[in-house]
């Protein structure tokens, strides 16, 4: 068997710098543009903190083996997020199975870094906790716009619904967002101080 | 349609809450690490190569023997006119007829080139089966060979495992180990694939799952001969 002589790669260096891609550039630009966006995402569609490494682990990977599906007119991040979704459920099934936990988000709301500052981890509650009373398809809608920051075109790709239901949703889900906030604070310029 | 505009306090709001999501500073490099692992490196080799390959020639060998004889043994019944009772209780002629049963099993035509032509006033006999090569092709044993399927099965079951064993992406891997279990949920290579299922997900670097199956390994297969390599875990990475 001949030798693999293959030198060491080179490509695309990472945060910390001890420690350099193998993988394509394109792959590896991919995913420093969006690791944290699959992260996120995958939090927020309920897979627990402690099976997030291995289900953002695991979109990579789909995304890697369908590179050559993905066709160029697609936001990138409506198509990742498609495999995301369905990483997510896979995960959440998995460890309801293997856990016996239900549901899997409460169960890790509780973890949070003692270290957050208290305006961080209150204004972090008070969303999760929206979030979580918030039925699916808004709750989708709401994070991919209004914290990922997606439009609405976008939003319409990733979940092959029409734009004008996006828009429906995304207005019934900020509506209720708003009305939660004002019950959850109370005054909006003691919120206004506490975030400012 | 008249979207409510978010204010301030909501932006800064779900931007903390974003903040707050997202992943720790080194998630990110420790992911790649193992995509790497996972989507480059050579996949581990199986430490049980020896084992695996003395298992699967032991059952083979057994397999093949115990299709021979079942094959002889079917062909001798046939051939002596006395094969099942259902075929007795159709058959209206008398016990004695001389007409070779045989005639249900018309002959293939290659074999005709093989086999003595010549007109035999007597039913085939042992002998005449006996010259006939034992395989499982041919094409005279082939009505008979169908109906004990073990064999048969038995030969995907190995084919199956070969080709997880051969499988680079643990992932796949994963799913044909999945598709092995399905399809054959008494198999006998019940061990290997257990074992090849730690090895997978310790290449995904999913240990904490790797670390419950070894467990139930070693639970369920205390006196496996894999038991050692089993209770090695992940273990260290395999030196290059």
């Not at chain 1, 996006?166 to 206004?192: K, P, S, T």
Request: hydrophobic letters at 45%; charged letters at 25%; a neutral charge.
């Amino acid at each position: 068997m001949p030798v693999d002589d293959r030198s060491p790669p080179t490509l695309v260096g990472l945060p910390g710098g001890e420690r350099v891609s193998a993988l394509e550039p394109a792959f590896t630009a991919i995913y420093r543009e969006n690791f944290a966006f699959v992260w996120r995402v995958l939090r927020r569609l309920g897979v627990p903190v402690e099976a997030l490494e291995d289900a953002t682990q695991d979109v990579f990977v789909v995304v890697h083996r369908r590179a050559g599906a993905y066709q160029a007119g697609v936001p990138i991040r409506s198509w990742l997020f498609g495999i995301t979704r369905r990483v997510a459920a896979d995960t959440r099934k998995r460890w309801q199975r293997n856990t016996g936990r239900t549901d899997a988000r409460a169960e890790t709301e509780t973890m949070r870094d003692p270290s957050d500052a208290d305006a961080r981890a209150e204004a972090s509650d008070f969303v999760a906790h929206f979030l979580d009373g918030l039925d699916e398809d808004k709750r989708v809608v709401l994070v991919l716009s209004d914290i990922e920051g997606m439009t609405a075109p976008e939003i319409s790709a990733a979940l092959g619904v029409n734009i004008n239901t996006i828009y429906a949703r995304l207005r019934a889900a900020r509506i209720r967002f708003q009305a939660a906030r004002r019950e959850w604070f109370g005054d909006a310029a003691e919120v206004g101080e506490r975030i400012g | 349609m008249d979207l409510p505009e978010l204010t301030h306090r909501d932006v800064a709001l779900l931007s903390r809450f974003r903040a707050h999501e997202s992943p720790p500073p080194l998630a990110a490099a420790r992911v790649l690490r193992r995509l790497e692992a996972q989507l480059h490196d050579a996949p581990p080799r199986a430490p049980f190569d020896a084992w695996f390959w003395c298992r699967s020639a032991a059952i083979t060998i057994g397999l093949a023997a115990a299709a021979l004889v079942v094959l002889m043994t079917g062909a001798n019944l046939v051939e002596s006119g006395r094969t099942t009772a259902a075929e007795q209780a159709v058959d209206a002629r008398p016990a004695t007829d001389p007409r070779p049963t045989s005639i249900t099993t018309p002959q293939p035509q290659p074999k005709a080139a093989v086999a003595p032509t010549l007109p035999s006033p007597e039913p085939a006999t042992t002998p005449a089966v006996a010259t006939e090569p034992p395989t499982p092709a041919a094409p005279r044993s082939r009505t008979r060979a169908a109906r004990p399927t073990a064999p048969h099965d038995s030969a995907a079951e190995v084919a199956l495992v070969r080709t997880a064993r051969g499988e680079r992406d643990p992932a796949a891997r994963l799913e044909l180990l999945a598709q092995y279990r399905r399809a054959f949920p008494n198999g006998a290579f019940a061990e290997e694939v257990a074992v090849l299922g730690i090895e997978s997900n310790c290449a995904l670097g999913r240990h904490r799952v790797a670390n419950d199956l070894a467990a139930a390994f070693l639970r369920d297969h205390a006196a496996s001969a894999y038991a050692a390599i089993v209770r090695r875990g992940c273990g260290e990475p395999k030196p290059p």
